[in-house]
């Protein structure tokens, strides 16, 4: 199918869940934040699987062709798999400036980072097990997680650690390919933030994460989340440089930050995951609107390389926009689908 569509990978999670004020009202946690639950303990991990079924069933009825379990059991897209691995000590967090300059708590890397077992593999069987759609599955990327880690193992460096959570992410994707994912995404936005040391070691490190993986991998890369960093650059500082990635799919925003997508030239040989829905505003846009943005791409991109999202951060909106809006990217990739398959049959008579 052309411009097949899907989230990025967040879906915005139910007030009785998770206290969304608060979520919203602080930077995304890189430790774990218990207290934003609203479940106890002991009922929390079925309040969660119900609340990702109402997600999964909101993506289908909005007629996303892929579909994610919308991370509803995460309190942020890095954080459950962060704290999840060994060298990690829990119980006294560091501190690390956040890409907007902000102080963050942040987990302490005390010894070697190592994956003692599988993070998302019950996620994505749980997803598998409610859907007959193709799934996304999405983990942190190594680069990113070293930028939101104190280091003070590894004599401080961050390229040390960059490596062996590349380790612990690559053993991670074998295992999700292996239990039936058909997209795995790794999320480096600190590549963005961050672009210096991303050019120094992040994409030997995300390559690392990738290596010797079947399966088709994408790499996001973005702005920060809309409902948080409010100003957007007109371009990424760090994009061309995944020309290099070993990866199938790079997923990008377009929409809010108006991104001129002749930049996508440098990404030829790539499928793009383009952002196409803007999430600064619960405003809906039309179709037709949302259907303007496909077309920008379309002179930089082949159309069969190109697959539809919209802009990082879903989370963050009322799930009545977040389901509206995910409506009218699909109605908007029917209307260029429908372009495309017109001048083709033009063009061949």
């Known amino acids: 199918m052309l411009l097949p569509t899907m989230l990025v990978?967040?879906?915005?999670?139910?007030?009785?869940?998770i206290d969304r004020e608060r979520l919203a009202g602080r930077f995304p946690p890189r430790v774990r934040a218990r207290e934003l639950w609203r479940v106890p303990e002991a009922h929390l991990a079925q309040a969660q699987d119900?609340?990702?079924?109402?997600?999964?069933?909101?993506?289908?009825?909005?007629?996303?062709d892929y579909i994610t379990d919308g991370e509803i059991r995460?309190?942020?897209?890095?954080?459950?798999?962060?704290?999840?691995?060994?060298?990690?000590?829990?119980?006294?967090?560091?501190?690390?400036?956040?890409?907007?300059?902000?102080?963050?708590?942040?987990?302490?890397?005390?010894?070697?980072?190592?994956?003692?077992?599988?993070?998302?593999?019950?996620?994505?069987?749980?997803?598998?097990?409610?859907?007959?759609?193709?799934?996304?599955?999405?983990?942190?990327?190594?680069?990113?997680m070293a930028q939101q880690a104190q280091i003070d193992f590894y004599g401080g460096s961050r390229e040390l650690a960059a490596l062996d959570y590349a380790?612990?992410?690559?053993?991670?994707?074998?295992?999700?390919?292996?239990?039936?994912?058909?997209?795995?995404?790794?999320?480096?936005?600190?590549?963005?933030?961050?672009?210096?040391?991303?050019?120094?070691?992040?994409?030997?490190?995300?390559?690392?994460?990738?290596?010797?993986?079947?399966g088709t991998t994408a790499v996001h890369i973005?702005?920060?989340?809309?409902?948080?960093?409010?100003v957007r650059p007109s371009g990424y500082s760090f994009l061309p440089e995944l020309a290099e990635c070993s990866c199938q799919q790079i997923s990008i925003e377009t929409a809010q930050s108006k991104l001129d997508c002749a930049v996508l030239e440098g990404l030829r040989g790539k499928r793009?995951?383009?952002?196409?829905?803007?999430?600064?505003?619960?405003?809906?846009?039309?179709?037709?609107?949302?259907?303007s943005r496909i077309r920008r791409a379309l002179p930089?991109?082949?159309?069969?390389?190109?697959?539809?999202a919209p802009d990082c951060g879903m989370k963050y909106l009322p799930r009545e926009s977040a389901s509206a809006k995910l409506q009218s990217m699909v109605a908007a990739a029917q209307i260029v689908r429908r372009e495309l398959n017109e001048r083709t049959a033009h063009a061949q008579s």
């Open 74 to 144: 995460r309190e942020s897209y890095s954080n459950r798999f962060a704290t999840a691995l060994d060298g990690i000590d829990l119980d006294n967090p560091g501190v690390a400036l956040d890409r907007s300059g902000h102080p963050n708590p942040v987990p302490r890397v005390t010894g070697a980072i190592r994956r003692r077992h599988a993070v998302g593999v019950r996620d994505l069987e749980f997803l598998r097990s409610h859907t007959q759609r193709h799934v996304k599955v999405t983990v942190p990327g190594p680069f990113t």
């Open 9 to 17: 990978g967040s879906f915005p999670q139910p007030e009785w869940l």
């Open 167 to 214: 380790a612990a992410v690559n053993a991670e994707i074998r295992d999700l390919f292996a239990a039936g994912a058909d997209i795995v995404q790794i999320d480096e936005p600190y590549m963005q933030a961050r672009p210096e040391e991303a050019r120094a070691f992040g994409l030997r490190a995300l390559n690392r994460a990738l290596e010797g993986v079947g």
């Open 300 to 308: 930089y991109v082949e159309a069969h390389n190109l697959l539809l």
């Open 272 to 291: 793009i995951i383009l952002g196409v829905i803007d999430l600064s505003t619960p405003e809906v846009e039309s179709p037709e609107l949302v259907a």
């Open 50 to 64: 119900d609340a990702t079924i109402v997600a999964i069933k909101a993506q289908e009825d909005a007629g996303l």
């Open 222 to 230: 973005c702005f920060g989340y809309a409902a948080i960093i409010h």
